[in-house]
C-alpha cells in the first residue's frame, strides 16, 4: 500500500495509556499516583510527540499480567503499552515483570515515558481532590 507519491504507509500504532488507580486518601503522600488524569496526560503527549495516538486509557491497581482488559484487541507490531514511570506500571499491574514478558511473547511493545513527575504544591493537591471527590456534582476538574 502506498500513499499519493506512491511511498509505502506504514501503519499507526495503536497506544494504551496505563495509569495506576490509587485512593484518594493517598493524596497527600502520594499525589501523581492518585493524580491519573496527569498520569494519562503525560503518556498522551508522549504518544503525540512520536506521531501516535491514545486509543485506550486503563486506570487500574493490582491488574494481573494476563487479564483480559489489557489484551483486548491488542495486535503484535500494531500496539504498545505506555505508562508514565515503572513506578506507575508498579502500582497498576501485580507483576511488572510478568506483564513484561507476556509483552515479549506476544510481540507488544512497552514503554514508559521517563519523565519527572510534577511536584505537587497544596494547590495542586486541592484540585485533584475535588476533581475526585465530586465527579457526580458536575465539577468538570478545571
Given at each position: 500500500m502506498g500513499d499519493v507519491r506512491g511511498a509505502p504507509v506504514r501503519p499507526?500504532?495503536?497506544?494504551?495509556?496505563i495509569a495506576s488507580l490509587t485512593p484518594l486518601e493517598e493524596l497527600d503522600d502520594d499525589p501523581f499516583l492518585v493524580d491519573s488524569r496527569s498520569?494519562?496526560?503525560?503518556?498522551?503527549?508522549?504518544?503525540?510527540?512520536?506521531g501516535y495516538v491514545v486509543t485506550r486509557e486503563l486506570l487500574v491497581r493490582?491488574?494481573?499480567p494476563d487479564h483480559g482488559v489489557l489484551w483486548e484487541g491488542v495486535?503484535?507490531?500494531?500496539?504498545?503499552?505506555?505508562?508514565?514511570?515503572?513506578?506507575?506500571?508498579?502500582?497498576?499491574?501485580?507483576?511488572?515483570?510478568?506483564?513484561t514478558a507476556e509483552c515479549v511473547r506476544r510481540g507488544v511493545r512497552v514503554e514508559t515515558v521517563g519523565r519527572a513527575e510534577?511536584?505537587?504544591d497544596a494547590q495542586m493537591k486541592a484540585r485533584v481532590h475535588r476533581r475526585l471527590s465530586m465527579p457526580t456534582a458536575g465539577y468538570d476538574g478545571r
Open positions: 499507526s500504532l495503536r497506544v494504551t495509556a498520569q494519562h496526560a503525560m503518556c498522551s503527549r508522549w504518544a503525540a510527540e512520536r493490582g491488574l494481573r495486535r503484535p507490531g500494531r500496539d504498545l503499552f505506555v505508562a508514565p514511570s515503572l513506578r506507575v506500571l508498579r502500582s497498576a499491574l501485580s507483576s511488572v515483570e510478568e506483564f510534577p511536584s505537587y
